[in-house]
């Protein structure tokens, strides 16, 4: 999809990139913000930041209610909840690649509707894929996400999002304020995708093998797609070229500023660590 004027016409073409590693939920949700602010405030580039989930995490739409996954079974695990400022349905983040690309809103790789952002980096994202040898698509522009479908993020693909013979891979979501984009998404490398299902509040334990069957029909890992494993390094490195060839960028290396960091630590504290915000119904 083309856009008006290109990226570095006006010197944005040079982003920062932004590598973490594992992160608590709490602690990835508030970067994302306090980078999304930055940016939008004119204090920080537009950025692309790759980071990991430790321990393993739950996270909910924006507006999903508590109530649709088992917190009690959560903790038992040892899995962190957390509420993410995107829409969508619940996602367990372990063993997993997760991107987020932030810009100001009117960075002309972030014009248009939303589906033709979704699409635009959808072309990163597959770029970055044929990395690693992984030949995937878009689902197609009429998916949608009916009110029927399950608490389960990964079990219906939306719009533009990643597909492999029609399961869904990687799955994405973004957020538009005032001044700023936010897209973020998670690539699950490896391990048994219908862990989510233990931690949704389902009536019985029939019903979770139901949900189990149909996600595992429903979305795939890249081992399954690939038969090997690949790296959290391999993929970041891969994800990082794809989205410079596709989107015509430049990737600098950096690190947060400092008052990013301060303004992560406020709403990891005020916001994303607190009950009132994650276990909203």
């Given amino acids: 999809m083309g856009l008006s004027e290109s990226p570095g016409s006006d010197g944005r073409r040079i982003w920062r990139l932004v590598q973490h590693g594992e992160m608590r939920g709490a602690e990835n949700m508030a970067i994302d913000e306090a980078i ?15 980071y990991a989930w430790s321990p393993p995490c739950v996270s909910l739409g924006r507006n999903q209610a508590i109530s649709s996954v088992s917190v009690d079974r959560c903790e038992a695990l040892g899995y962190d909840i957390v509420r993410r400022p995107t829409g969508g349905r619940a996602i367990l983040h372990t063993d997993e690649l997760t991107y987020s690309l932030i810009a100001p809103d ?10 033709e ?38 079990e219906v693909p939306s719009a533009y999002e990643i597909v492999v013979a029609g399961r869904k891979l ?68 891969a994800i990082a070229a794809g989205m410079v060839e596709a989107l015509d960028i430049e990737l600098r290396p950096g690190n947060l500023t400092r008052a990013e960091v301060v303004r992560a630590e406020e709403l ?14």
């Fill in 36 to 50: 999304a602010q930055a940016v939008s405030a004119g204090d920080a580039p537009p950025t692309l930041r790759l």
């Fill in 106 to 115: 009117d960075h002309p790789l972030m014009q248009g509707m939303i589906l």
């Fill in 117 to 154: 952002v979704y699409l635009r980096i959808a072309q990163g994202l597959l770029a970055g894929l044929r990395r690693i040898k992984l030949e995937a698509q878009t689902a197609p522009e009429t998916n949608r996400a009916g009110s029927d479908a399950s608490a389960a993020c990964f």
């Fill in 170 to 237: 990687l799955g994405s979501a973004q957020n538009r304020r005032a001044g700023y984009v936010l897209q973020h998404g998670s690539l699950p490398l490896t391990g048994d995708i219908t862990r989510l299902i233990d931690c949704l509040s389902t009536a019985n334990e029939a019903d979770r093998e139901e949900l189990r069957r149909s996600l595992s029909e429903h979305a795939v890992t890249v081992e399954q797609v690939l038969h090997r494993i690949v790296s959290y390094d391999e993929a970041a490195d």
């Fill in 268 to 281: 990891e504290q005020g916001k994303y660590g607190r009950a009132e915000w994650t276990k909203r119904t």
